[in-house]
Structures are given as structure tokens and as C-alpha cells.
């Protein structure tokens, strides 16, 4: 029975002892970069959903990170229409961890056709969902300001 209560007692001591001597995780004022509720980074997630929200979403996975909107036709050009798909490749919050792709189509004739992506609109969306992103981020350190 001694024997016994010897096992039970060091068995309990040898679960214990690795968390005797773990120091405690420090508290960042920041948050944190990389927040992967979703297997991505949710801050551009969020910020990828908001900057394309004026079109209409065809598709949307957030497993994958793959958002794909249907195409959209502006009220000013209405012989011209666009689709976006973006991409979140990553889990942290950097400019190589989110893709966008754009498809830009023309009304001829003869119906729709291909027609070349005016210079500087990926990035330029690129870069407003990482300012959004960013944004996010501050928000969620001082959601006060």
C-alpha cells in the first residue's frame, strides 16, 4: 500500500514540476500580429472584406483565404465591369501575405471582352487592405481611440 502512494506521489510531483519552472507569458500592449482563428491572418481577412464590399462576393472561403467577387459594373462606366479575387496566403500581417487579382472586361459589339488592368489597381488594393488591416490592429490594442 506505501509502495502504492509512493507511485501516486511522484507521479503527481513528475505532471507538477515542468510547470513549477515556466515563466509566465508577458503581456504585449500590442496586438498580436498573427491571429489565425481562421488558419489566416484575420486582420486581413476582416480588412480584405471590408475594402471589396461594395461588390457583390461569389465566393468566399475562409479556410483557404480565397474571397472572389462576382463581376461588378460601376455607375460611371457602365461599359466596363470587374472582378477581384484576394487572396490571404499567410498567417501574419506582412505585405507578402495577401494576393489580389483583377479581371477587367469592356462591352463591345459583339458582348464582353478581355481588356488589360489599368496600371497600379492591385497594388494600390493591396496596400488599402494592409492600411485597413493595420488599422484593425491598432483597434484592437486601444479600442478607445
Do not use: H
Not at 507569458?25 to 472584406?49: C, D, F, Q
Not at 475562409?62 to 472582378?83: C, F, H, L, M
Amino acid at each position: 500500500m506505501q509502495r502504492v502512494a509512493t507511485l501516486v506521489l511522484l507521479s503527481t510531483l513528475a505532471v507538477m514540476a515542468p510547470a513549477c519552472g515556466r515563466k509566465q507569458p508577458k503581456l504585449s500592449a500590442e496586438a498580436p500580429a498573427r491571429v489565425t482563428t481562421l488558419g489566416i491572418n484575420a486582420y486581413l481577412w476582416r480588412a480584405s472584406l471590408d475594402t471589396i464590399s461594395f461588390m457583390p462576393i461569389a465566393q468566399v472561403d475562409s479556410n483557404g483565404g480565397v474571397i472572389i467577387t462576382d463581376w461588378y459594373v460601376s455607375p460611371q462606366t457602365a461599359n466596363e465591369r470587374v472582378k477581384v479575387t484576394v487572396t490571404v496566403l499567410d498567417t501574419s500581417l506582412t505585405a507578402d501575405a495577401v494576393r489580389v487579382s483583377v479581371q477587367r472586361q469592356t462591352l463591345a459589339a459583339t458582348g464582353w471582352t478581355e481588356a488589360n488592368v489599368r496600371a497600379g489597381t492591385v497594388q494600390r488594393l493591396e496596400e488599402t487592405i494592409l492600411a485597413k488591416a493595420r488599422d484593425l490592429r491598432r483597434a484592437a490594442i486601444a479600442p478607445d481611440r
